[in-house]
């Protein structure tokens, strides 16, 4: 006989359900939108090689799981030295006898981990920002948008060169600094559409039963700025990868990590763009097809926060 209560399990169901049914719902937007569905199956391309690329071990299993790349990207001599492209090495060999395809497949998972990581942290900073901001006012808003500001008018590069060379040249100090300058742009975005949430009557309601400020910003306003806030990730995703390639390129990535920008960084000091093509094409390519598959996906995204968008077209 039913006690006309829900236990705890059920509850649970039922949340991972509604967040299930929110999800497709969001995503039936790349239904119809070709470039969408060419974005998310390259990212997903990107993201299978960038899982798989070294062997695994799952100790708790007692499972190695083997690795994509043929060769160890740090093995030197596996090859003759600057070897064309050919049947053992498909994409031919560094300045050292390296596998240039082992090197791309391994350089994947550098990509995927700056730019996750990277677009997580200045999304949550930048919407967390705004969300503030806009929802006191005040003093509190003028003292978050003139930081804002003044991050604006700091150029990336100069002070990516800097921190990097003060603190060293570490990935974390890498994502670092991309995260100080990436947050502004969400942040100004999510204030502007957070001011305009907080006149809206649900907030108000939500005020007068006595709603504390926790609750009425993140229960109640930030669920609907969210969408705005994925379409900036997915953005700040393509951005964080190319500032990683950007400053591995200049000689200030992380040496002890391979990554796509440091192999382009290798051929320029080993004098070899003009006769290893086969070393710098594909790490380049791999840049480009990256950041067009996330822009192509913030491009359908933002027919989701934007429905007018799918009017026009």
């Known amino acids: ?26 995503l039936e937007v790349f239904e119809g939108d070709r470039l969408g569905q060419i974005g998310l199956a390259t990212l997903f391309v990107f993201l299978v090689i960038g899982i798989f690329a070294r062997p695994t071990t799952i100790e708790f299993l007692n499972l190695t799981i083997p690795g994509i790349a043929p060769h160890d990207p740090g093995e030197r001599a596996v090859g003759g030295r600057l070897e064309s492209p050919s049947a053992a090495h498909p994409l031919g060999t560094t300045d050292m006898g390296r596998d240039v395809l082992s090197q791309v497949i391994a350089g994947t998972r550098v990509t995927l981990l700056v730019g996750s990581l990277a677009a997580f942290m200045a999304v949550f900073i930048g919407t967390n920002v705004g969300l503030v901001s806009a929802y006191f006012g005040g003093w509190v ?9 003044i991050v604006y008018g700091v150029p990336f590069l100069p002070f990516a060169i800097v921190l990097v060379a003060i603190l060293g040249n570490s990935l974390v100090n890498i994502i670092v600094a991309i995260v100080l300058i990436l947050w502004r742009s969400t942040a100004r975005v999510i204030r502007s559409q957070v001011l305009s949430h907080k006149q809206r009557p649900y907030v108000e309601s939500a005020q007068a039963i006595g709603a504390g400020h926790l609750r009425i910003m993140y229960r109640h306003i930030l669920p609907n700025v969210l969408p705005l806030t994925f379409l900036y990730a997915a953005f700040a995703v393509g951005w964080a990868v190319i500032a990683e390639a950007s400053l591995s390129f200049l000689g200030f990535g992380d040496p002890n990590m391979l990554s796509w920008g440091e192999m382009i960084y290798n051929v320029y000091t080993a004098n070899a763009i003009r006769e290893a093509w086969w070393w710098v094409f594909p790490p380049g390519i791999c840049i480009m097809l990256f950041v067009m598959s996330v822009f192509f996906i913030g491009r359908t995204l933002e027919e989701v926060v934007n429905p007018e968008l799918r009017h026009q077209e």
């Open 1 to 26: 006989m039913s006690t006309g209560t829900t236990s705890p399990i059920d509850n649970a169901a039922s949340t991972i359900g509604n967040g299930i049914d929110y999800v497709r719902t969001k």
């Open 141 to 149: 808003d003028d003292v978050l948008m003139r930081i804002t500001d």
